[in-house]
């Protein structure tokens, strides 16, 4: 048994908190098996439409991350009396549940998704109050990465996206003094063509890794508003380089090993260095702005 | 021992909380029932598509002389998952001008699966170079209609496309705007079904095909019967 580092007013919070879930336990557990019974078919069709997709199978670790930011912040949630806001609960509950009618019954899986952040935030406003909802901004925000995104908006992304990945991969080898040509999104190397796919565009990693880095950020607790934003905005560019270096070592390995290396074990081999590199970058480039943004306030715990 | 563990709080349900979850319950019994039911296609004359367009029409009839096209067996299997027909003609005109009109009908707009797919995409996939080339307004006999203007390029084969797609009696381009049409026709109940048309030739000169692929679309639509036309070329 440790000795608690917590000084003691913390301890009493979380004794608070401890109190303040069990007291309003009945009433949590009531609402999200409604909840639950509301959105079951969602996730059921999530779960064989877009999450079974190679594009945004992100789906569950997102749901897992959320439901375990919630728990984890289950104390401090609920500590303190209820100050219920019935006007913003409700005002948020029949809003998001007139968007989620019509979504369900028309099919429209984007707006029935989006739908449920609101139908929590609103529970939240009726369970506990306002302070309950500010302090779980983060994990209902968080299931944004759980809408699929629009079929227009994809395909509006894809093609430019795919378009750079080729040029700057065709760049890079072109330095490293391979024989390399590309027509549009193809890239002919040596006796090899290989079409740079919708998949190779890296959207989908983007959004992947942009969930990451923010999970990570809001576990290392920064409180310096510059170091969050300056990190969240990096995922972008880190992404996109970690992408192309993906496609790179896919050519590369075609080009050296044939064409079946590069479609065989090689494309899922590619795929994890595709994370490697990004949480290398992120990271070192966390470390980077520890050195310009003094921040004690970290994973350390706060001042 | 914190004071808290001394106090049983006992099972309470604020009012307020069971009022959210009654509301919750209402959305899903009120989600069900609006759930449309009425395929349209059933109400409506069957679609044919061996029948669907004249074998002759204006200046233009099916030339039969061309080599039959052999499709990847893969594609045909994935097309036939999507669409519940699908038709692909050669015409030639007066001028011996060929005109290839590939059209497929879909039954539900309204699944997912089933929704009409964008030709970029699929020539794409099959390896051809697209460039867009815009949307474009043409006018009808009676109406206009949008229409999307698209350039592939496969090798030294250059092919100008136009296509436009309908939902129900309505021409609708994918995008937002279908979307709320198909909303419309869906809150009153309705499963709607919807063509995709796609015309192309072959030729540099994209200006002059694209104007060939628009008489070719103008002839058409006076050639089709009025319980036809606006199934496949909208209406107002």
Redesign the interface.
């Known amino acids: 048994m440790t000795v608690s580092a917590h000084p003691p007013d913390v301890d009493?919070a979380r004794?608070?908190g401890?109190?303040g879930v069990?007291?309003a336990?009945?009433?949590i557990v009531?609402?999200l098996v409604?909840?639950a019974?509301?959105y079951a078919s969602t996730y059921i069709e999530l779960a064989h439409?877009v999450w079974s997709t190679e594009e945004q199978g992100h789906g569950p670790l997102i749901l897992g991350a959320t439901a375990w930011l919630l728990w984890t912040k289950r104390e401090e949630i609920f500590a303190g009396d209820?100050q219920?806001a019935?006007v913003w609960?409700?005002s948020l509950?029949?809003a998001a549940?007139?968007g989620?009618?019509?979504a369900?019954?028309?099919?429209?899986?984007e707006v029935e998704t989006f739908s449920q952040i609101f139908?929590l935030a609103?529970?939240l406003l009726?369970?506990q109050g306002k302070r309950a909802l500010r302090l779980a901004w983060f994990p209902l925000a968080f299931m944004l990465f759980l809408v699929p995104l629009p079929g227009?908006l994809v395909?509006a992304i894809t093609l430019p996206l795919k378009s750079a990945v080729s040029v700057v991969a065709e760049e890079v080898l072109h330095l490293m003094g391979y024989p390399i040509a590309r027509?549009?999104v193809t890239l002919a190397i040596g006796p090899y063509q290989l079409?740079v796919a919708d998949a190779c565009s890296g959207l989908n990693s983007l959004f992947t890794l942009e969930a990451l880095g923010l999970l990570y950020m809001n576990l290392m607790n920064y409180q310096s508003r510059a170091r969050n934003t300056a990190l969240a905005i990096m995922i972008v560019p880190i992404s996109f380089i970690s992408n192309v270096t993906r496609v790179i070592i896919l050519v590369l390995i075609t080009y050296h090993f044939g064409d079946e290396a590069g479609q065989g074990f090689a494309h899922g081999f590619a795929g994890m260095v595709l994370f490697a590199v990004a949480l290398v970058l992120t990271y070192g480039f966390d470390r980077l702005l520890a050195r310009f943004v003094d921040d004690e306030g970290g994973a350390r715990g706060r001042r | 021992m914190a004071v808290a563990d001394r106090v049983n709080p006992g099972f309470k349900v604020p009012a307020m909380v069971i009022a959210a979850i009654v509301l919750m319950l209402i959305a899903l019994g009120a989600s069900e029932w609006l759930k449309p039911k009425r395929v349209v296609a059933d109400e409506l004359p069957a679609i044919s598509m061996k029948t669907l367009l004249p074998e002759r029409f204006g200046q233009w009839r099916v030339d039969h002389s061309g080599p039959p096209v052999i499709y990847d067996p893969t594609v045909e299997a994935k097309l036939a998952t999507l669409y519940s027909g699908t038709l692909n003609a050669t015409y030639v005109n007066a001028q011996g001008q060929p005109v290839m009109v590939s059209i497929a009908y879909g039954k539900n707009q309204n699944s997912w699966s089933t929704a009409a797919h964008r030709p970029e995409f699929c020539y794409r996939a099959q390896g051809f170079e697209v460039e867009p080339r815009g949307k474009a307004k043409l006018a009808l006999a009676s109406h206009q209609i949008d229409v999307i203007r698209l350039m592939s390029r496969r090798g030294s084969q250059i092919e100008p496309i136009t296509y436009w797609v309908t939902l129900h009696d309505t021409a609708a381009l994918p995008g937002v705007s279908r979307k709320l049409q198909q909303l419309r026709f869906g809150l009153q109940g309705m499963i709607v079904d919807g063509f995709l048309v796609r015309l192309s030739s072959l030729g540099t000169d994209e200006a002059e095909q694209f104007k060939l692929q628009e008489s070719f679309m103008r002839e058409l639509e006076g050639a089709l019967t009025p319980d036809l036309r606006p199934r496949l070329f909208g209406h107002h």
């Open positions: 009493r004794a608070d401890a109190f069990r007291r336990l009945p009433a009531c609402f409604a909840f019974v509301l439409t209820a219920p019935p609960g409700f509950i029949v549940l007139i989620f009618v019509v369900r019954s028309q099919a429209v899986i139908v609103g529970g009726v369970l227009a395909q027509t549009g079409l």
